[in-house]
């Protein structure tokens, strides 16, 4: 959700900061835009629409300079349109803005701007920093930033420019990403390391309320009184290549993704799994046989498809090692008066680390006296550094707004945190021992035979998917792989998908069934199988048109549906994946045969950087 780079340096900075807002398109956009000085003269650019727009009116009109700052907006405040897309200037054109966030008290302080004869000619809540950088303005670029900032309450992550000082950008960090990177006689500011993975490796995750002053020789950082922070450098991890955030020979990130998944997972559970007997360690969580007897409860908070993975983990846990966990919505979790505290475990589960209604819920519980353990794709991401226990995906970078191989290596991460937590309760069932093992050791083949079938599973989007609405039902672990199947159908291609447990069909949405309806209906629990043939028998004599994703022990079942794809044979627990995947590449090929955007849906962002 809004992409944010800044350059300065020696080399053609608005090259970099095109290439730089390409590599942020994932997180979503809907205006694009940049600042740079050329020649001591502030000049800008910006439009609603594609980046393309951008390049070409650059082309038609480059701008020449080694300093520069660039953005992909994604409107919360005001529509998308040319005024609306950052940069943000000044009345006078001296300070150039951009912005990733919502300045909340924005009404109040554009109030106050106009009383005192203020123009302004956006509708964004970004247009008051400007105005406001410009008013503190008098002759120090960071006093002003810093001095705008006390009267600012919201997210913020900034860049900005003065014309009169050439040699600078400021940028700023409250509750939405901001990282510098390091070069030689250069440096970058950036949203997320994506846009600087050719550039450098040596980056810096700013903290909450941080200023920077980046010049092309140095980077200082500063609290918001001005008083000197430190700067501590990390690296850029190695599978965030230059490669990694390529399509390569797909014509798709989100195909491409899909495929990677038998390797993610093996990633995810690398250096982690010891052996075959189910031990397990993780670098950065662990527990004693004590702290685990005196946990109480598991809360599990995250949002979409990390959810999703979220309420398999709640079904996991709760099925081995019978304790209660529930798995929360992290929006709902904030504004819910929670009951976390000592002896409860939150698990905040997120690819990107960024989403703010995750982040805060795990600030909350961890307020609150809960041990907080975040599940994350993204080292040094906010969720990873605000929590007390860390366990990496290693899935790579994911640039698709659909989730697929994050959502594979977090149930991943789930089986060897339910073997973990095994370990400390010493009661876990030597069957359970044996079950998520080899759940978790068969994942990557289960998901590979499945990928195998890919042919087939394009051909099933032209029987099924000519409604503009659907089911996915299951029981148990799937109906968990149903709600992800169906979040996955409507935000890529904008059929109506619904997942119901099958039981509950007849409790109201089975009055929606007619003639044709189409219906996905898993049967991969072998002991819910009879229920699974009674569920599609009930819709089939609706008139719905049922595709099966079965184990190849179901195979009495298939016969009763119209089409079926069947996924092998694997542990219980480990069929959820190929199911998924099954359910990815429905929803892939159905979106592609619809026209749609696959890799970047509408309205959507790939980072939840806001409420
Ligand atoms: C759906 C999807 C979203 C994310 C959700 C959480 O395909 O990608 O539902 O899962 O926005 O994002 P993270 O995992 O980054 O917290």
Redesign the pocket.
């Known amino acids: 959700m809004c992409g944010i780079i800044g350059y300065i340096g020696y080399r053609e900075a608005v090259k970099i900061i095109l290439d730089g807002l390409e590599c942020l398109e994932y997180r979503g956009y809907d205006s694009t835009g940049l600042a740079a000085i050329e020649n001591g003269k502030l000049l800008y650019r910006k439009n609603v629409g594609r980046l393309s727009v951008l390049k070409d009116s650059i082309d038609k009109d480059p701008i020449t300079a080694n300093i520069g700052i660039g953005h992909n907006r994604w409107a919360t405040h005001g529509k998308p349109s040319d005024i609306n897309a950052h940069p943000h200037l000044s009345s006078d054109g001296l300070i150039s803005v951009i912005h990733n966030g919502i300045i909340e008290n924005y009404l109040e302080l554009k109030a106050a701007l106009e009383a005192k004869g203020v123009e302004f000619v956006s509708e964004t809540d970004t247009e008051v920093v400007a105005h406001l950088i410009r008013e503190k303005y008098k002759g120090d670029l960071l006093s002003a930033v810093s001095e705008a900032l006390s009267e600012i309450r919201g997210a913020y992550a900034l860049c900005v420019l003065c014309e009169s000082e050439p040699g600078r950008i400021i940028a700023a960090k409250l509750a939405s990403p901001l990282i510098i990177g390091f070069g030689d006689a250069e440096n970058f500011v950036a949203s997320d390391s994506t846009a600087l993975a050719a550039h450098t490796r040596r980056i810096c995750n700013l903290n909450d309320r941080v200023i920077a002053d980046v010049t092309a020789e140095s980077v200082h950082l500063y609290d918001l009184d001005l008083k000197p922070l430190e700067l501590v450098e990390e690296h850029i991890p190695d599978e965030w290549t230059q490669e990694a955030v390529a399509l390569g020979e797909y014509s798709h990130f989100m195909l491409k993704e899909i495929h990677e998944q038998p390797q993610a997972i093996r990633n995810a559970a690398m250096g982690k799994l010891g052996s075959k007997d189910g031990s397990v360690a993780f670098d950065g969580f662990s527990f004693t046989k004590e702290e685990y007897k005196k946990l109480k409860r598991i809360d599990i908070v ?5 959810y999703f993975a979220g309420v398999f983990g709640k079904y996991l846990i709760e099925k081995h090692l019978r304790i209660p966990v529930e798995a929360c919505i992290a929006s709902e979790f904030r504004y819910k008066n929670p009951i976390v505290g000592e002896g409860s475990l939150v698990i905040a ?7 703010m209604d ?1 982040l805060e819920s795990l600030k909350l519980a961890k307020a609150r006296g809960a041990k907080t353990l975040a599940i994350t794709n993204v080292l040094g991401s906010q969720i990873d550094r605000a929590a007390d226990y860390r366990i990496y995906t290693m899935a790579g970078p994911e640039i698709a ?3 697929t191989k ?1 959502y594979s290596t977090q149930v991943e991460i789930l089986y060897l945190l339910a073997l973990y937590f095994g370990s400390l309760s010493e009661s876990m069932p030597a069957e359970s021992v044996e079950a998520l093992t080899n759940a978790a050791m068969q994942a990557p083949d289960a998901v590979s035979y499945v990928l195998g079938q890919e042919k087939a599973i394009e051909q099933a989007t032209e029987e099924i998917f000519k409604s503009s609405r659907m089911f996915f039902i299951g029981r148990g672990a799937d109906y968990c792989a149903s709600l992800e199947g169906a ?2 159908l409507k ?1 890529i291609s904008y059929i109506h998908a619904e997942a119901y447990p099958s039981g509950e069909l007849k409790h109201g949405p089975i009055a929606l069934i007619e003639e044709g309806t189409p219906i996905v209906a898993l049967a991969t629990q072998p002991e819910l199988y009879d229920k699974a043939l009674s569920n599609i028998k009930e819709v089939k004599a609706r008139g719905a048109k049922v595709l099966l994703i079965a184990r190849d022990s179901a195979a009495y079942i298939a016969r009763e549906a119209d089409i079926s794809i069947m996924i092998g044979e694997m542990e219980d627990d480990a069929a959820i994946l190929p199911a998924v995947c099954v359910m990815q590449l429905l929803s892939y090929y159905t979106a592609l045969k619809l026209g749609r955007d696959v890799d970047k849906p509408r309205n959507l962002a ?3 950087t806001v409420e």
Do not use: Y
Not at 349 to 355: L, M
């Open positions: 995250a949002c979409g498809t990390a589960i997120s690819q990107s680390g960024e989403t995750t707004v659909a989730s994050a979040l996955k935000e790939k980072s939840v």
